[in-house]
């Protein structure tokens, strides 16, 4: 079962846009990861939020986590056609071993 | 600096055959896992290695067998490969245990079974 569920699947934006996406998830978690993955590559870790924090930057990326609400998001701003890619958010849940379990990811397409 | 290697990229099986995925990193971590991808299921673990001499089942540990080589490989065996093992599979490491530091991926591999 998935711990992690994102929405939308899918996403398609104009370059320039903003794209934002979405993961809720079911238990308490020690952190929650996003992950890239560009076509036919495997995953790029983007950004690690840890269960006390509520926002963090990378660049263009910010994510927050709302751990009332089970829930986190990605915003990526200014998208590029080069962040065409699917978008996956990851979590460990507490006291169940040592599993990064994934969502179904976000496809994201972004339009020159 | 190569990170994650998985041999081989594509693989095409028979039901029943057998066959060895490799996987080789070389940030010196200790911890590694093995991922299986398929359309609209996000990556489901298979197994992992929390460190040198253990591994562990993950969600989907069912016709599959791991060994930790040694600090730098993982390995992941189909002693009788099944149509429903299709799948792209990934291996991954990290410096933590537990998932509280990031993963690093290899590119895949990408098994048919027919």
């Known amino acids: 079962s998935q711990q992690g569920e994102e929405d939308p699947q899918a996403l398609s934006i104009q370059e320039g846009e903003n794209a934002t996406m979405n993961c809720s998830y079911k238990?308490?978690?020690?952190?929650l990861q996003w992950y890239r993955q560009n076509s036919g590559r495997g995953l790029v870790h983007l950004i690690l939020i840890r269960s006390n924090e509520r926002e963090k930057h990378s660049g263009r990326l910010r994510v927050t986590l709302d751990t009332s609400k089970k829930s986190s998001s990605l915003l990526i701003t200014a998208s590029r056609a080069a962040d065409t890619a699917s978008y996956f958010c990851?979590?460990?849940?507490?006291?169940?071993?040592?599993?990064?379990?994934f969502g179904g990811g976000t496809r994201l397409m972004v339009k020159p | 600096n190569a990170g994650v290697t998985q041999t081989p990229k594509f693989q095409v099986l028979k039901t029943g055959q057998s066959m060895t995925l490799q996987c080789a990193q070389d940030m010196n971590h200790n911890s590694m896992y093995w991922y299986r991808q398929d359309p609209g299921m996000g990556l489901r673990l298979i197994y992992y290695?929390?460190?040198?001499?253990?591994?562990d089942k993950g969600e989907v540990p069912n016709g599959y067998n791991v060994s930790r080589l040694n600090k730098r490989e993982f390995s992941l065996r189909l002693e009788s490969a099944a149509p429903s093992q299709t799948s792209v599979y990934f291996c991954a490491s990290s410096s933590r245990q537990g998932g509280t530091g990031e993963l690093f991926f290899g590119e895949g591999s990408r098994l048919t079974v027919l």
């Open positions: 990851a979590t460990v849940v507490l006291n169940a071993g040592n599993m990064l379990t």
């Open positions: 290695s929390a460190s040198e001499g253990t591994t």
């Open positions: 238990t308490s978690i020690n952190n």
